[in-house]
């Protein structure tokens, strides 16, 4: 079970993906399909990019125009997984890697660090409305350098669009009640950089925001 043959292939016809308004059926036949469940649904999320900056028709603008598609899991003796944490997990996994390329694919003229924080906390609204309880946290411009976080202050202060740090804290369900451990998790949020005292031509520019930890945000 190859993921990049998976991904490759899907590219290969990707006018079954962008074809009919019905949108199509994936059907993935493999003997041990709960075990490479993850590794597939990430393969076919990869090949269905979601960011586009077209114009939109008004049926895709309202969300009917919508192309579909739905993937089904089978072992080689027909049998349809319907584990469903199994489902979750690979559809989590597929939202996950969508979600990363729709914003590695935006361009810094729509991804700043606000619509950056405007992602984070669409994400914590939404688990938020499902129980969890998670917050958000902002430390924007010059309360930055206030704080003590000259770093981040000092790189983007010079922009358009003032740099922010963005705390996310989530709390376990009774986490509060028991003695539990704490883990930080913390990254860079790019929205762009032009390499320092290295200001590149247009023929270097194009890979810019690819590749690169964007400053600005910090996650």
């Avoid at 990430?42 to 900056?53: E, K």
């Avoid at 729709?102 to 810094?108: Q, T």
């Avoid at 309880?133 to 770093?151: A, D, H, N, T």
């Amino acid at each position: 079970m190859s993921p990049h043959t998976i991904t490759d292939s899907l590219n290969a016809g990707g006018a079954l993906l962008k074809g009919g308004k019905e949108g199509c059926q994936i059907i993935v036949i493999e003997q041990d399909i709960e075990k490479s469940m993850g590794a597939v649904a990430v393969a076919i999320a990869r090949a269905m990019p979601v960011y586009i900056s077209k114009s939109l028709s008004k049926k895709e603008e309202d969300g009917t125009g919508e192309h579909l598609v739905n993937v089904s899991y089978y072992t080689e003796e027909g049998k349809v997984v319907q584990d469903e944490d199994l489902n979750s997990a690979a559809k989590a996994g597929a939202d996950g890697v969508r979600l990363a390329g729709r914003l590695g694919d935006m361009p810094p003229a729509e991804l700043n660090p606000e619509t950056y924080s405007k992602e984070c906390m669409d994400i914590v609204e939404g688990l938020q409305a499902k129980g969890h309880q998670v917050e958000m946290e902002e430390i924007v411009g010059e309360e930055l350098r206030e704080k003590g976080y000259g770093g981040i202050y000092g790189v983007g202060m010079a922009a358009a669009v003032p740099p922010r740090m963005v705390i996310l804290t989530y709390t376990p369900e009774g986490g509060s009640d028991v003695d539990m451990e704490s883990i930080a998790l913390c990254g860079k949020g790019v929205v762009y950089d032009t390499g320092g005292l290295s200001l590149k031509g247009k023929a270097g520019m194009c890979g810019m925001k690819h590749g690169r930890l964007h400053r600005g945000v910090i996650l």
